[in-house]
């Protein structure tokens, strides 16, 4: 991300979510915090892609198809990472590179969980202003402010008051892909050493494609270029070697067909996304 500023992909991010909550093809997926978290332009072109059926000109319309695409794959992969929050039932949650992630103000599941949102200092202070303006449904919510690149995480969250001896929820949703190996690599040694017996780890990463190449130049422009990419087999001896077992590893499409014929569909553009479970042994 470039320095002073806002992760441009966790605006985008949070644009589909902002587009799926509400939409009558996804009657499973609600995020009422999306649109309050956006900036005032991003919830703008929400807005506009909401009201326009037919958008005019092309680069509306290549806009309004790329937002409409995201907004079915944000609806899928937070729906399953939901789910396996829920079923974890940790004391703790701690979201990695948290973005505008809304769950400690829309998950009633969190109502007796000390939720860490870990972020870089530029993103976390706009998400923490525009966050005043909702409920706080989790029992506390604890902002973390680290670049994963030069800070210490495990300082950092000691800080902050998480307790290694309880159990966690770790939730790395769209920073592993931006990420070298031996920054990964340190990230997961303090996950495993702040991680108690039962604790689970989700990680949605990039597997090899020939997608990617086309893809990187426009996340470069970014300011976020993508350094990492995993098989399923190297992710699974990844996690093994910080003592995390992998209870489930799907691809997007995998997801996208466990939920309906539409997000199965829908989510066919996005084979290079994996989500991965593990828990720790």
């Not at 996340?219 to 990492?228: F, I, K």
Request: one cysteine or more.
């Amino acid at each position: 991300m470039k320095p002073g500023q806002e992760s441009k992909t966790a605006v985008l991010v949070c644009m589909g979510r902002a587009l799926a909550d509400g939409d009558s093809t996804l009657p499973a997926f609600s995020d009422p915090t999306a649109l309050a978290l956006l900036p005032d332009e991003a919830r703008r072109r929400v807005e506009r892609v909401r009201r326009e059926a037919a958008p005019k000109g092309l680069k509306e319309a290549i806009e309004h198809g790329y937002l409409l695409r995201q907004s079915k794959i944000m609806a899928a992969r937070s729906l399953h990472i939901d789910a396996a929050i829920a079923e974890a039932r940790a004391e703790q949650l701690v979201i990695l590179g948290a973005g505008l992630d809304g769950r400690a103000w829309r998950m009633p599941e969190l109502a007796d969980v000390a939720v860490f949102e870990v972020d870089h200092p530029d993103s976390q202070r706009e998400k923490r202003k525009r966050a005043e303006a909702l409920t706080q449904v989790a029992g506390e919510v604890h902002f973390v402010p680290v670049d994963f690149a030069r800070d210490d995480l495990d300082r950092a969250l000691s800080n902050a008051g998480h307790d290694p001896n309880r159990a966690t929820t770790w939730v790395w949703e769209g920073v592993v892909m931006y990420l070298r190996r031996r920054e990964i690599e340190a990230t997961l040694d303090v996950i495993a050493r702040r991680s108690a017996l039962a604790s689970r780890l989700l990680i949605l990463y990039h597997s090899p494609a020939f997608f990617l190449h086309l893809l990187g130049p426009i996340v470069r422009l970014l300011g976020e270029p993508l350094r990492s990419a995993f098989s399923a087999d190297e992710m699974r001896s990844l996690l093994a070697k910080f003592r995390f077992e992998v209870l489930g590893d799907q691809s997007l499409p995998e997801i996208g067909r466990t939920i309906s014929a539409e997000m199965a569909a829908a989510t066919q553009v996005a084979p290079h996304l994996r989500l991965v479970v593990a828990k720790r042994n």
